[in-house]
């Protein structure tokens, strides 16, 4: 079985990516107190929060064991797309495990290390908020849930060239390819006459 280059490449170029960021929104910017903000456009801010639960403030871990239990279970997700990954043969759907993956890692570590995940990405159009404040592992596991639904919806694999189609007929079985039947071995026909 090959290694899912795409997919593993992905995921920790990812990772490092998330990581990275959120390093320098709270060291770099010093955001790192709930009421801190940095203005970047009139639509776009970095904003701290400390997300205490998992997607859409669902699972909020107020304790400890929750916080663990939020580990284990966001864990178990990301093994079963590692383990989906390494199975997985077509490089665009890798990568969109990958992306799913390395979203998820970065989250886990910062649950594991901080307590919390670090969120800083504030998207606005005025009062209208479209997401709560979110990450780079966010943004990209949603991506890769997208392409991997679109794929799964609208992309048909074409058949490898050579192999017969799943609805074709078999015709002289242990003939070589290549290899012509004769009429004479293909058994009694009728003729049909006017």
């Known amino acids: 079985m090959k290694l899912p280059f ?3 490449a992905t995921a920790t ?21 709930m009421t801190d903000a940095h203005y ?10 400390a997300n205490h639960g998992v997607s859409l403030g669902l699972l909020h871990a107020d304790t400890d064991t929750m916080r663990w239990l939020l580990v284990a279970m966001t864990g178990a997700i990301a093994l079963g797309v590692l383990v989906w990954m390494w199975r997985e043969t077509n490089r ?30 504030d998207l606005h159009f005025g009062s209208w908020q479209p997401f709560l404040v979110f990450n780079i592992g966010d943004a990209a596991i949603s991506i890769g849930v997208v392409i991997l639904f679109a794929r799964a919806l609208l992309v048909r694999e074409k058949p490898v060239r050579g192999a017969p189609a799943a609805d074709a007929p078999a015709t002289g079985a242990g003939t070589p390819p290549g290899a012509t039947i004769s009429g004479a071995d293909q058994g009694p026909t009728e003729t049909l006459h006017a």
Not at 14 to 33: I, S, Y
Not at 43 to 49: E, G, K, T, Y
Not at 92 to 120: C, H, K, S, T, W
């Open 92 to 121: 665009v759907e890798q990568a969109a495990l990958g992306l799913v993956l390395g979203g998820a890692m970065g989250n886990i570590l910062d649950r594991m290390r901080l307590g919390y995940v670090v969120d800083f990405a």
């Open 6 to 8: 795409a997919g593993l």
């Open 40 to 49: 970047v456009t009139a639509f776009f801010n970095l904003r701290f929060v």
């Open 13 to 33: 170029l990812l990772f490092l990516c998330d990581q990275a960021a959120k390093l320098g929104v709270t060291e770099g910017l010093k955001l790192d107190a």
